[in-house]
């Protein structure tokens, strides 16, 4: 089965959902483009809600030969020196109108990309062609002479009743029974991330039918892949730049990504050597960790990740081969068991601290003294005294 986000891509403009207002500003940009003091569009707004595609959809509903490049593939000033200036003032081969879109700009980095935001800004002004460029967030202030050079149109955040309704209506198109609640449920949790959606949808719907059952394992799922998912990148990774990333995307508690580590490290690392070196990393992020919540500077957040990713990525001397099931740590049940296990101690020792004028650490002390007289049969008497319950007679009798 095709993907719904391939078979359901807006063919024209009206078929993108919810962003009718920013979709009618990129379309008077392309059609008046001779007229524009400005020679870009940046479209700015959150991940999946209708960017790329919304661009899409127009260079087809215009007739536009369409160019696109993704900024990892402009990763210095050279490189778009030498493509763009060729790709902007090149005529289409058929002598249609072009127009170029470079997704994901705000991937351009300060330091490893130095150079290429004054670059990109000096091509677009000598652009003969509409560019149009995405980003997800365009706030940084490197960015600040970009966003000068380009007429700024905003996608908002698509409120879940229109994903909901987006959703609804493939199912209809695809024959696919569904719950509306199951529908609700899975607009809402992708907060705003129609693309998200509709990967979503097309998991649910295996069998023609939407539940909330299924929605709600979907989402559990979910979950646990993800963490899974970026533990295989950091242990199996040959190289640092692969690991690196691997933690941006996830939906999990940087905390709980410590904990995931820590119970998987000594599966995936067999060597001493790498086992050590990685527990280095991993001890020195939460180090860091222990800064930002002690004295709250965020700044460090960027070095836990640079040390649990390409870090603990590069301790291993090289890669396990074997196939490595990632397992949440069981850390958290075991005290639980421990605490219930010393709960009756605890509640005995406070009732004894109570009757004997003593603190609860001195009167912890003297449990075993207790367990002995019970264990004889003769606690009667300290039982009623200390008004002790059954279960914590039984407790002292073992």
């Known amino acids: 089965m095709t993907l719904f986000t391939i078979k359901y891509a807006p063919k024209n403009s009206d078929q993108v959902f919810g962003q009718q207002k920013a979709v009618s500003e990129l379309k008077d940009f392309i059609v008046n483009y001779k007229n524009k003091k400005l020679k870009a569009a940046l479209l700015n707004g959150p991940i999946g809600n209708g960017k790329t595609s919304s661009v899409y959809a127009l260079a087809n509903e215009l007739n536009y030969d369409l160019l696109e490049i993704n900024s990892s593939d402009l990763r210095n000033a050279e490189n778009i020196k030498s493509f763009l200036n060729s790709a902007l003032g090149q005529q289409s081969l058929f002598f249609r109108p072009k127009m170029i879109l470079i997704d994901e700009v705000d991937n351009v980095s300060g330091v490893k990309d130095r150079g ?10 000598n652009s003969h062609f509409p560019v149009v460029l995405t980003s ?28 909901s309704h987006a959703l609804q209506w493939i199912c209809e198109q695809e024959n696919i029974t569904f719950e509306e609640k199951a529908v609700n449920s899975l607009a809402r949790q992708v907060d705003g991330d129609l693309r998200a959606a509709l990967l979503d949808l097309h998991s649910c719907a295996a069998n023609n039918n939407v539940s909330f059952e299924n929605v709600t394992l979907l989402s559990d799922r979910k979950r646990r892949d993800t963490i899974c998912n970026a533990l295989s990148i950091i242990f199996k990774s040959s ?6 990333p691997a933690l941006e995307n996830i939906d ?9 580590m820590d119970n998987n490290l000594p599966y995936e690392y067999t060597s001493p050597k790498s086992l050590a070196k990685a527990y280095e990393h991993l001890s020195r992020a939460d180090v860091f960790n222990g800064r930002i919540m002690k004295r709250q500077h965020w700044r460090f957040l960027v070095y836990i990740n640079n040390l649990l990713t390409a870090g603990i990525s590069s301790a291993k001397e090289e890669k396990n081969p074997s196939f490595i099931s990632y397992k949440p740590t069981m850390r958290f049940l075991k005290i639980w068991q421990s605490k219930m296990k010393n709960a009756k101690k605890k509640d005995i020792a406070i009732k004894l601290a109570a009757r004997t004028h003593t603190s609860t650490k001195v009167a912890t002390e003297q449990i075993p003294y207790l367990q002995t007289i019970f264990r004889n ?20 009798k073992k």
């Open 116 to 125: 290429c935001i004054p670059a990109l800004v000096k091509a677009i002004e």
């Open 136 to 163: 997800n967030d365009i706030e940084d202030s490197k960015f600040k002479a970009l966003k000068k050079s380009c007429q700024v149109i905003d996608y908002h955040k698509l409120q879940y009743r229109t994903i």
């Open 377 to 396: 049969k003769r606690g009667e008497g300290i039982a009623e005294e200390l008004k002790l319950n059954e279960e914590e007679v039984e407790w002292l």
């Open 239 to 244: 190289s640092v730049e692969n690991a690196l």
């Open 252 to 260: 999990t508690d940087i905390r709980e990504v410590f904990f995931w």
